[in-house]
């Protein structure tokens, strides 16, 4: 910048008027005037006093908690903020502060807090002489996340490691029961494989039902639509994605050369190596006895890696793969021996097939980016279900190895959500007297119009410039 240019904007800086850097007050989306206020700020201490010391010792504790007062006031037909009515603002400004858990509060200068008011934290002073008009006095609190100390620790490569163990766990438990195992009471006896076709027929069966949901999910559309999120640029709220949200930063790397033909292209070439995995598994099945159930498992995961490198996002393969985690043939039931065996057979395999779905989900788990609180707790408890009904099943059939897996797989996706959640701010609902574009909504929520495809994309409105009245989108 030359200096002529440095001169002309130092002029025009000194013009400025103050007023301008001003934002509009609000608590929780409702918003009122501001005719004052005053903060508390400063450090936590402790004061040590020693006899003969002239100078105390001062010990640092931390920031002080930050204490906000606001005076403003309420007034019909504001204006300068809108409002409408001065009975339903009061009336707006009281629910809002009523409300259990922390808000928004937009200051005039300090721009967005997430604060708590206090028992007797609003003052609302009405007078008869003058109508249509409430004083206000806010007393904010600055309210932070219940984040307790904890030893830091990769909880992604962690979260990797307890997916792998419960694919070999359950690997151990299909070998023990339908290859071969060894009891207690003799050194080795065979598994349901010794009865031979029947029982092959029926592991058959299960990889086919298996297989043909496979198949029906590689070719779901969300992976067609998931693909522009793989590309660098903006192509809109329809094609952002987990992978390559606005809202946070991705954990899969982009291509920067690629065209949508490419990833077509791509997709298509997954699919068939999709199909290729599904048919070894099918193979490996109708092949299956005591030397092969390596094979067997060895196919199971192939089949589970290769879907999941065909999911371009991770939030579409977590829903996707809840399907096969939920997999349950039709029961099989008999009362002779070969029957028994065959209803192992089945429920081991579809075990089996189970678990190698939840061990997918959960490394996806490890490389999903939450955009918020919120969104990273509805992913835990619904990651947490599928793992809990897998447990009751493990305990119920006595899968010793998988049923001690599941447990810490489950455990390991709590604490990894639970670590990335606490970072992340939270969902808040905001009401507006009118529709909004997205621009004006943007700059009036966060002070920065640049976040308007944030909201477009968590609103969903049906056109950015008509955003709807009442949306629920990032706190902060």
Do not use: C
């Not at 490389?367 to 009751?392: C, F, H, N, R, W």
């Not at 994309?457 to 902060?476: C, D, G, I, K």
């Amino acid at each position: 910048m030359s200096l002529l240019s440095e001169i002309v904007q130092i002029a025009k800086d000194s013009n400025k008027d103050w007023r301008g850097d001003l934002r509009k007050a609000s608590f929780r989306g409702i918003p009122f005037a501001v005719y004052g206020g005053e903060g508390f700020f400063g450090r936590r201490v402790a004061l040590h006093e020693y006899p003969g010391r002239d100078k105390p010792y001062i010990e640092d504790m931390g920031r002080s908690t930050r204490r906000i007062r606001l005076s403003g006031f309420l007034v019909s037909d504001s204006l300068v903020y809108g409002g409408g009515d001065a009975k339903a603002q009061r009336d707006a400004i009281v629910a809002a502060v009523e409300r259990s858990g922390p808000g928004t509060l937009v200051h005039p200068t300090l721009g967005n807090l997430t604060v708590s008011v206090p028992d007797g934290g609003l003052r609302v002073i009405e007078r008869w002489d003058m109508g249509r008009y409430f004083e206000l006095s806010f007393v904010f609190i600055e309210s932070g996340e219940r984040i307790f100390p904890a030893i830091a620790s990769s909880t992604t490569s962690l979260l990797d490691k307890l997916a792998k163990a419960l694919g070999l766990s359950a690997a151990l438990d299909f070998a023990r029961k339908v290859i071969g195992g060894i009891t207690a009471v003799i050194n080795t006896v065979e598994g349901a494989i010794r009865f031979g076709r029947a029982v092959v027929g029926t592991v058959v069966n299960v990889v086919a039902g298996f297989t043909e949901l496979v198949g029906r999910i590689s070719r779901d559309v969300r992976n067609i639509t998931g693909l522009a999120g793989l590309m660098t640029g903006n192509y809109g709220r329809y094609a952002q994605g987990s992978v390559s949200s606005s809202l946070v930063k991705s954990k899969k790397a982009k291509d920067d050369g690629a065209t949508m033909a490419d990833l077509l292209a791509s997709n298509t070439q997954s699919r068939a190596s999709i199909d290729a995995a599904s048919d070894v598994l099918a193979a490996a099945a109708e092949n299956l006895d005591a030397s092969s159930g390596d094979a067997f498992t060895a196919a199971v995961q192939a089949l589970m890696d290769s879907l999941v490198a065909a999911i371009p996002d991770p939030g579409t393969a977590i829903a996707l793969l809840g399907e096969l985690a939920s997999y349950h043939p039709a029961a099989f039931s008999s009362d002779s021996q070969v029957g028994n065996a065959q209803a192992v057979a089945q429920a081991s395999t579809s075990a089996l097939l189970r678990r190698a779905a939840l061990s997918a989900m959960a490394q996806e788990v490890a490389v999903y980016a939450p955009a918020s609180y919120d969104d990273a707790m509805a992913l835990m408890t619904t990651v947490t279900g599928y793992i809990d009904a897998e447990i009751l099943l493990a305990g119920d059939s006595g899968d010793d190895e998988s049923y001690s897996a599941l447990l810490g797989l489950r455990q390991g996706v709590i604490n990894y959500l639970t670590t990335t959640g606490a970072t992340l701010p939270r969902l808040e609902t905001f009401s507006f007297k009118a529709p909004l574009p997205a621009l004006v909504m943007a700059n009036r929520l966060y002070g920065d119009a640049s976040r308007d495809g944030e909201l477009v994309e968590q609103a969903n409105p049906r056109h950015p410039a008509f955003m709807p009245t009442t949306v629920r989108v990032l706190a902060s």
